[in-house]
């Protein structure tokens, strides 16, 4: 699995691309059966099924973000709100002195609020700006994925991270997850006391229910999806027949 972009200037050049996908991630712990990463390389399948699909600029992932609700377990690594804005804020001017003024973040980790507040500010002249998968996205390919469990339940490290990397990246994938699942209840002060309040292993899901074809047509849902935010940022546009 290449989590990074291949194009050339010449291939963007020729393409011609009106919107930009950033993937954003997490290093932080998924349990002992997910790497660090997973958040990252869940955001890097996501982009690249898109821009499989359709004419958009694929940037490589930012790897690291806020992350603190998981600082009490080994491994995680966090940087501030005020710098993930930043940073965004950045790649957009970038961006913009280039031709492409329209950005979709695909956000692989739940902690990452402030982007909500980016796009928030981006869009007050105008659609500008989308977050990608938004709530309603990942609730419809679970039920398109027929996964057994839902987004409350299965918040980390659970049925639909594993199901995604089982189809696309299995060599991610460490033996311990089929016998991981662990229900984190309510978790009304998750934001104060963090994750190791909820869970000793960093697990709060059903990975025991992951498969590769659930993986797969999570992946499915989520890009003909895709469409809708795409549409909004620069008119209407199709998904090449094939990719259906």
Known sequence: MNLLPTATSTDVQEQQPRVAVLPIGSFEQHGRYLPLITDTAIACIISQEIADAYPVHLLPPITMSCSHEHASFPGTVSISAKTLFAVVDDIRASLARSGITKLVIVNGHGG?????????????????????????????????????????????????????????????????????????????????????????????????????????AVLESLRIGFAAHLSLLSGVVEENPQDC
């Open 112 to 216: 990452n609020y402030v982007l909500s507040n980016i796009a928030q500010e981006a869009n007050v002249d105008g659609p500008a700006v989308s977050l990608f998968p938004l709530g309603l996205d990942w609730d419809r390919a679970r039920d398109y994925g027929g996964l057994t469990s839902d987004r409350h339940g299965d918040m980390h490290a659970g049925e639909i991270e594993t199901s995604i990397l089982l189809h696309a990246a299995p060599e991610l994938v460490r033996e311990g997850y089929t016998d991981a699942d662990h229900d984190g209840g309510a978790r009304p002060f998750l934001l104060v006391q963090g994750m190791s309040a909820y869970s000793d292993s960093g697990v709060i899901g059903y990975p025991s229910y992951a498969t590769e074809a659930k993986g797969k």
